[in-house]
């Protein structure tokens, strides 16, 4: 098992320097220049010149960014235009509240989608199976930032039982987490509904039932085993999604997290900022992704027998 695991670890490694080289490309052609974040609009040629001298800035594109990637390497993500701070430290403040942000919200949305969309398989023509459905459609159609305003409007101004801004304190993230996972938790449980609709009518459920296993165990041990492969892959694409989803949901709520981190450094063009909240981001997802495949590793008998020993 080893083996895969390490294959895919190394398979990583030129996807997450791809998405690096895509971002510091975007950010490079992206209209603005440093010397007028840093010195101001009223700037000597002078002051400017040492400014581009010093952030390597007169370099040609191959040369800065491959002088970017060894700096990542040493964790070097630079200083702050804004600031003049050291990005990694900017992000070791904010990781924190998102990694939280994310990890509550990804509880609520696998808690709350599993249960629901396994029973709404199992009888699939009922009035819960039918309400599930739409209400799951409307989840999936919700803008986010939407729903984090009249969720805003609704139990902060309205009613007064929550704050209107985010925080670590348990009030503080109830709001944001019901707004980032909303959509993901429809998309879960339309996911494993259709997962477990495709089990139930496999032949060896049918053979099941005509050797008497007990109804509560043909659902629990023989067809949920089989509809949780594609249903791990969702909610591991959920988890990268919902990083992205952040930005919007932590601006809502004024979240100190890294997506308004990476919100403010978008508004103040501090481009160290930026690409290393970026660069971060995309680390997380790809290594969320390689989980995913390790718990496909356990789960799935096909790539245990692909990777077993004397094969």
């Given amino acids: 098992m080893y083996k895969y695991v390490i294959k895919r670890l190394l398979a990583l490694i ?20 440093a010397v007028t974040t840093i010195l101001g609009v009223n700037y000597t040629e002078e002051a400017a010149e040492r400014v581009r001298e010093e952030l390597g800035l007169n370099q040609p594109f191959l040369v800065q960014f491959g ?22 430290e900017q992000i070791a403040a904010r990781f924190p509240a998102t990694f939280i942000l994310v990890f509550v919200s990804m509880a609520l949305c696998t808690i709350l989608s599993l249960p629901v969309g396994v029973q709404s398989a199992v009888k699939p023509n009922s009035f819960f199976s039918n309400f599930t459905s739409a209400l799951s459609m409307i989840g999936i159609a919700l803008p986010t930032f939407w729903l984090g305003l009249m969720l805003i409007l609704w139990f902060s ?38 997962s477990m609709l495709e089990a139930l009518n496999q032949d060896y459920i049918r053979t099941a039932k005509a050797k008497g296993v007990a109804h509560k165990d043909v659902i629990n041990k ?34 100190p997290g890294l997506g308004r981190l990476l919100m403010d450094g978008i508004n103040t063009r501090d481009t160290p900022t930026v690409l290393g909240a970026l660069v971060v981001m995309a680390l997380c997802i790809g290594l969320c992704n390689l989980l995913v495949d390790i718990i496909f590793a356990f789960v799935d008998p096909r790539i245990k027998s692909q990777y077993s020993k004397g094969r």
């Fill in 14 to 33: 030129p996807v997450i320097l791809g998405v690096i080289f895509i971002i510091y490309l975007i950010l490079y052609l992206t209209p603005g220049d």
């Fill in 157 to 194: 101004v309205g009613l007064g039982w929550l704050p209107s801004t985010g925080s670590l304190s348990v009030k503080g993230l109830i709001l944001p987490s019901i707004t980032l996972c909303a959509s993901f938790m429809a998309g879960t449980m339309r996911t494993t509904r259709s």
């Fill in 67 to 88: 002088t970017y990637v060894l700096n990542l390497c040493r964790l070097d993500f630079g200083n702050s235009y804004i600031t003049g701070l050291p990005v990694i």
């Fill in 222 to 255: 023989h067809a949920l085993k089989n509809a949780l492969l594609p249903v791990i892959t969702v909610i591991g694409m959920n988890v990268g999604s919902q990083l992205g989803g952040s930005v919007l949901t932590e601006t809502v709520f004024a979240f």
